[in-house]
Each structure stands twice: as structure tokens, then as C-alpha cells.
């Protein structure tokens, strides 16, 4: 079946650092990629999507490029804050119209001012 | 804007014991209706998804079995039976299409076996 592999469990910074949480999938189509974001309390928030090969998602200063070749969608931002404290899910679609997402473990951030 | 509401929040449930969840949805611009577990470790998982009043589908997962129910166009209901580890379950809502659309999640409903 398809899967999501998010390699970091958690993730400690300092404010101004460049993060980076790295994301590879493993689907047998074509499927469509995302990013969501939960802070603690709340359900997971949209944060963007890639619907295609080199198609570059972004929003709120984090940005990924979906890469077919190397099946991955890394999340990255140039200069954290504090408020960007929260886990982080990477999750495929399939675009069959199944609706049938998978998500990543989580990756949990921690940006300390 | 809140585009779902659930309720019960959270819930006390005696081991054996099944429990029924609501979901009300807010806005019909997004009216494909989810449900997703999330377990104690955070891993979050998709249940099911019923577009249509009447819809009715069952699972059974390690840990608790299913069912979900589309009862009209705005209602989304699930009962959780056998539970034997806590977990959040969220309802999400999405517009209709191929499978790239966001999924809005609501605040979700926090169970634990007592």
C-alpha cells in the first residue's frame, strides 16, 4: 500500500534557523502531496499541496517541491519562530477520487526564542 | 470561520463500552465529509469517507471497530465499539473532486478507556 516516511521525529531550533523536515512517499499512481500543521490542542491545519512533478507548494514562509524522481516533498523555511512550534504532517492523496490520504508520523517542532 | 463542529469534545468510556459521536458541518461549499483516528502517538489515520445521506460503511481497526454513518447532508455521525486504547477522532470536511483538496479538519473528539 502507500506510504509516507517522515525521517525526524522531532526537531529543535532556534529562532532565525532554516529548518528543514524531510518527507519521501512510496505510492503505485501518481498521487497529490501535503503539508499540515497541528498545535497542540487544535485538529491539523491545510498548510499547502503539490499536485505534479516540480510543482513547488508554499504558504506561510514554508515551501516544498514535489519530486517524483526521488518520491519526496521536503518542508523547508528559511528563518523559524517561536510560533511555528507544532507537529508537522506530510500526507499523500491519490487523485483517484478514493479520498483515501495517508499521513506521515509527524514531525515535532520546537523552536526556542 | 468554523467550518465543523463535533461534539461530544471528549468522552470517558468504560472498556466495553461503544460511544457515539457527531459531527455537524457548517459550510456546504466543502460537503465531502471524513472521519480520521488519531492515536496516542500522534499517527493520524483516515477511516472513511461518505459523500452522500445514507452512506453507511464499517471498520475494524486494532484497537476499536467503526461505524460511520452520513445521516443527511450536514450530519456525519460515528459509534466507536471495543475500544481498548484512547484516541482523538477527528471529522474533516473537503470540496468534491479527484483527490487534491484540502481536508478542513474540526477540533475533534478526545476518548479515553477507562
Known amino acids: 500500500g502507500d506510504s509516507v516516511t517522515q525521517t525526524e521525529g522531532q526537531v529543535a531550533l532556534s529562532e532565525e534557523d532554516f529548518l528543514t523536515i524531510h518527507c519521501n512517499y512510496s505510492a503505485s499512481g501518481y498521487p497529490a502531496l501535503f503539508w499540515y500543521v497541528q498545535y497542540p490542542g487544535e485538529g491539523p491545519q491545510f498548510l499547502f499541496r503539490a499536485s505534479r512533478d516540480k510543482e513547488k507548494g508554499s504558504s506561510r514562509g514554508f515551501e516544498a517541491t514535489y519530486n517524483k524522481e526521488a518520491t519526496s516533498f521536503h518542508l523547508q523555511k528559511a528563518s523559524v519562530q517561536e510560533s511555528d512550534s507544532a507537529v508537522y504532517y506530510c500526507a499523500l492523496s491519490d487523485q483517484t477520487g478514493n479520498y483515501k490520504y495517508v499521513f506521515g508520523a509527524g514531525t515535532r517542532l520546537k523552536v526556542i526564542a | 470561520v468554523t467550518l465543523l463542529e463535533q461534539n461530544p469534545r471528549w468522552r470517558l468510556v468504560p472498556r466495553g463500552q461503544a460511544v457515539n459521536l457527531r459531527c455537524i458541518l457548517k459550510n456546504s461549499q466543502y460537503p465531502w465529509m471524513s472521519w480520521y483516528q488519531q492515536d496516542l502517538q500522534k499517527q493520524l489515520q483516515w477511516l472513511f469517507t461518505l459523500r452522500s445521506p445514507g452512506d453507511k460503511e464499517v471498520k475494524s481497526l486494532p484497537g476499536a471497530d467503526y461505524l460511520a454513518t452520513r445521516v443527511t447532508d450536514t450530519e456525519l455521525r460515528l459509534q466507536v465499539a471495543n475500544m481498548s486504547q484512547g484516541r482523538t477522532l477527528y471529522c474533516t470536511c473537503?470540496?468534491?473532486?479527484?483527490?487534491?483538496?484540502?481536508?478542513?479538519f474540526g477540533p475533534g473528539t478526545r476518548l479515553t478507556v477507562l
Open positions: 473537503s470540496g468534491p473532486g479527484l483527490g487534491d483538496a484540502e481536508q478542513f
